[in-house]
């Protein structure tokens, strides 16, 4: 393999070893050999509370050799009720200002607040129509992120159905391996993604073997490094290329036995795993 053919990123979830600063995750991320990486809004904001600031972390992960790929924040922008929408809508609104501050192309916006209830698709739409305009200003794309233990927005096939329907052209999808299958118990819905319609993946596997707790029971910190799992890897990630995606691709894991290891070790890890698993297509 000459390179590979996707962006490969890592999400700062990931490397939850401890007290971790974002400067030791940015340096972990960028010597382990990834070209992006994906931080959550908090963690900026504790850059920011230290006396950094947006411009100084730019150029922090620039002369890293990086590119911020991805803001993970949870605003509840799709909630029934008027005054959460609005402080939800005002929290898209600071997020995705900072996100162009930092060169950031994307921001993911997945179900929260509204994932433990049933709320019909298009009223998801129309809110997710409404964050879009809102958000417009910053020139940077809202990604909608579906989560498989969620009762709205819990697959592929839901966020494709609202971002069609929101009103918006060309808004593309964040999906997820372990949230793909946890919502539906198998893979085929990567089938129906390609370039036009997703716009970042999230690159992880489930675990395998008699000791794997059932898919009921999964939860986040049961997923494992690209290749230690279950997951048909190789093939959803040789469809993704046929059909034209290119990156980002970010390693996304929340396992608690890896934030027991140093941040380093991890993240050359996940590199390395990632790696091999791109080897096989």
């Given at each position: 393999?000459?390179?590979?053919?996707?962006?490969?990123?890592?999400?700062?979830?990931?490397?939850?070893?401890?007290?971790?600063?974002?400067?030791?995750?940015?340096?972990?991320?960028?010597?382990?050999?990834?070209?992006?990486?994906?931080?959550?809004?908090?963690?900026?904001?504790?850059?920011?509370?230290?006396?950094?600031?947006?411009?100084?972390?730019?150029?922090?992960?620039?002369?890293?050799?990086?590119?911020?790929?991805?803001?993970?924040?949870?605003?509840?922008?799709?909630?029934?009720?008027?005054?959460?929408?609005?402080?939800?809508?005002?929290?898209?609104d600071r997020v995705f200002r900072m996100a162009s501050e930092l060169e950031c192309p994307a921001v993911a916006v997945p179900p929260a607040g509204i994932h433990q209830k049933h709320v019909p698709l298009h009223e998801v739409a129309e809110r997710f129509g409404g964050l879009c305009e809102t958000v417009q200003p910053y020139g940077v794309e809202p990604l909608l992120e579906y989560w498989g233990i969620a009762k709205t927005l819990g697959s592929v096939a839901d966020a494709l159905n609202v971002a069609g329907d929101a009103g918006p052209k060309g808004i593309r999808i964040l999906a997820d391996v372990f949230h793909t299958f946890k919502g539906t118990g198998g893979y085929t819905d990567f089938s129906s993604l390609n370039a036009d319609n997703l716009g970042l993946l999230h690159l992880n596997d489930v675990p395998a073997g008699a000791e794997a707790p059932s898919r009921e029971a999964m939860t986040d910190k049961d997923r494992v490094y690209p290749g230690d799992g279950c997951a048909p890897l190789s093939s959803i990630l040789a469809g993704?290329?046929?059909?034209?995606?290119?990156?980002?691709?970010?390693?996304?894991?929340?396992?608690?036995?890896?934030?027991?290891r140093p941040p380093l070790e991890v993240a050359q890890t996940a590199f390395e795993k990632t790696l091999r698993v791109l080897r096989t297509l």
């Open positions: 393999m000459k390179s590979p053919p996707f962006l490969l990123a890592l999400n700062t979830s990931t490397l939850r070893c401890g007290e971790t600063s974002l400067q030791t995750k940015i340096d972990a991320t960028a010597e382990a050999g990834f070209e992006g990486i994906e931080p959550w809004v908090s963690e900026v904001d504790a850059w920011v509370a230290d006396g950094g600031s947006l411009v100084d972390l730019q150029r922090t992960i620039a002369a890293a050799g990086l590119k911020t790929v991805n803001l993970i924040s949870f605003p509840h922008w799709a909630s029934a009720d008027a005054e959460e929408r609005a402080a939800g809508l005002r929290e898209a993704l290329k046929n059909a034209g995606f290119k990156g980002p691709v970010s390693v996304e894991l929340f396992n608690q036995e890896y934030w027991c």
